[in-house]
T-cell receptor
Framework: GAGVSQSPSNKVTEKGKDVELRCDPI?????LYWYRQSLGQGLEFLIY????????KSGLPSDRFSAERTGGSVSTLTIQRTQQEDSAVYLC??????????????FGPGTRLTVT | AQSVTQLDSHVSVSEGTPVLLRCNYS??????LFWYVQHPNKGLQLLLK??????LVKGINGFEAEFKKSETSFHLTKPSAHMSDAAEYFC????????????FGSGTRLSIRP
């Protein structure tokens, strides 16, 4: 079946502009995660959605970052007033939440954001 | 509290020789442990996972990992490296009870010499 998809694949924006990144998780996956991967770095957790529960926003680096998940499916990560340090690859993952799933995550291809 | 440490940021081996990528973890829960691989300009792909069943876990592409609770380790091995194994590898710890506490290691870059 279809995997996790993200759009756009690449985004170049000017400093100070707002950007929206989209993630379509695998159908039926109740958990959705956003991560940021800076050049040569590991993954930095940003935010986690699980069903209708309040999202875990503990990884968002500043109040310029926000995310929503509509209808328990598609998610949008918004970065307001972008800064050069926001340049990174933004990864989305989904998982089938369940007691025995071991929370295996399926990753999208990422959105490469470049702030000029 | 949880943490995961990948002991080597870069490992280089010759093609056909064994691969060892080291990972140590700390968890106050009974964790699930994963290894993911990221090839250049590609998304992350699950190699294998440990979820409290057999301690020796076999994954894709000939990789395997052994969960050693006494050593709090989950090292990734492969008997014979192939050029296509060159990639970034991430060790991941996840508490069995909370998906939001998933932690990724900093990654190990594996290079294969011809």
């Amino acid at each position: 079946g279809a995997g996790v998809s993200q759009s756009p694949s690449n985004k170049v924006t000017e400093k100070g502009k707002d950007v929206e990144l989209r993630c379509d998780p695998i159908s039926g996956h109740t958990a959705l995660y956003w991560y940021r991967q800076s050049l040569g770095q590991g993954l930095e957790f940003l935010i986690y959605f699980q069903g209708n529960s309040a999202p875990d926003k503990s990884g968002l680096p500043s109040d310029r970052f926000s995310a929503e998940r509509t209808g328990g499916s598609v998610s949008t990560l918004t970065i307001q007033r972008t800064q050069q340090e926001d340049s990174a690859v933004y990864l989305c993952a989904s998982s089938l939440e369940g007691q025995f799933s071991g929370y295996e995550q399926y990753f999208g291809p990422g959105t490469r954001l470049t702030v000029t | 509290a949880q943490s995961v440490t990948q002991l080597d940021s870069h490992v280089s081996v010759s093609e056909g020789t064994p691969v060892l990528l080291r990972c140590n973890y700390s968890s106050s829960y009974s964790p699930s442990l994963f290894w993911y691989v990221q090839h250049p300009n590609k998304g992350l792909q699950l190699l294998l996972k440990y979820t409290s069943a057999a301690t020796l876990v076999k994954g894709i592409n000939g990789f395997e990992a052994e969960f050693k609770k006494s050593e709090t380790s989950f090292h990734l091995t492969k008997p014979s490296a192939h050029m296509s194994d060159a990639a970034e590898y991430f060790c991941v710890v996840s508490p069995y009870s909370s998906a939001s506490k998933i932690i990724f290691g900093s990654g190990t870059r594996l290079s294969i010499r011809p």
